[in-house]
């Protein structure tokens, strides 16, 4: 009896998966891009993409929150309801926000990863992962300098971003 060892095959397999999957995603942004009538628009399809074809927990685009310093205010969702909520909330948490990753990238104008929540203390986001997210990115939306807001992502697996 022969065995072979087929897991760096598996894995493999399962990286080409992921990687079609998220050209599949950039492709329908960039048709919303196309297609969009209105900044709404363009920022709910996008989200709506993300999760639907990415198959991310939540995705959501957020504005620095002029009346609460270091808070962010979402102009567009989609995804899970429940996460969006508890993280709405949390976004004008004190405690969250000394790591929270929408306002150090809105303030350091810097992508922002943690590819394992609760793995070290600035990851330390019970409530998220206790909803199924395992990864978060916040991406911050600029042009010629200006900051626009942020893209955050939410995955429901480790190590995603």
């Known amino acids: 009896m022969v065995l072979t060892d087929i897991s760096d095959q598996v894995l493999r397999e399962a990286q080409v998966k992921h990687l079609n999957r998220v050209?599949?995603?950039i492709?329908?942004?960039?048709?919303?891009?196309?297609?969009?009538?209105?900044?709404?628009d363009l920022l709910g399809d996008i989200?709506?993409?993300i999760v639907e074809i990415g198959s991310y927990l939540l995705a959501w685009v957020a504005e620095a929150d002029p009346t609460f310093p270091g808070a962010s205010t979402p102009i567009a969702w989609a995804?899970?309801?429940?996460s969006y909520l508890v993280h709405a909330r949390l976004?004008?948490?004190?405690?969250?926000?000394?790591?929270?990753?929408?306002?150090?990238?809105?303030?350091?104008?810097?992508?922002?990863v943690c590819n394992r929540l609760n793995?070290?203390?600035?990851c330390a986001f019970g409530e998220l992962s206790e909803l199924g997210a395992q990864s978060v990115l916040s991406l911050p939306l600029q042009n010629d300098g200006r900051l626009y807001g942020a893209l955050t992502i939410f995955s429901t697996q480790s190590d995603a971003f």
């Open 27 to 40: 492709s329908a942004c960039n048709e919303d891009l196309v297609r969009a009538r209105s900044e709404a």
């Open 47 to 49: 989200c709506r993409d």
């Open 91 to 112: 976004d004008h948490d004190p405690d969250h926000l000394r790591y929270c990753l929408v306002s150090a990238a809105l303030g350091s104008q810097r992508s922002q």
């Open 79 to 82: 995804g899970d309801e429940t």
């Open 23 to 25: 050209l599949r995603t």
């Open 119 to 122: 793995a070290t203390p600035e």
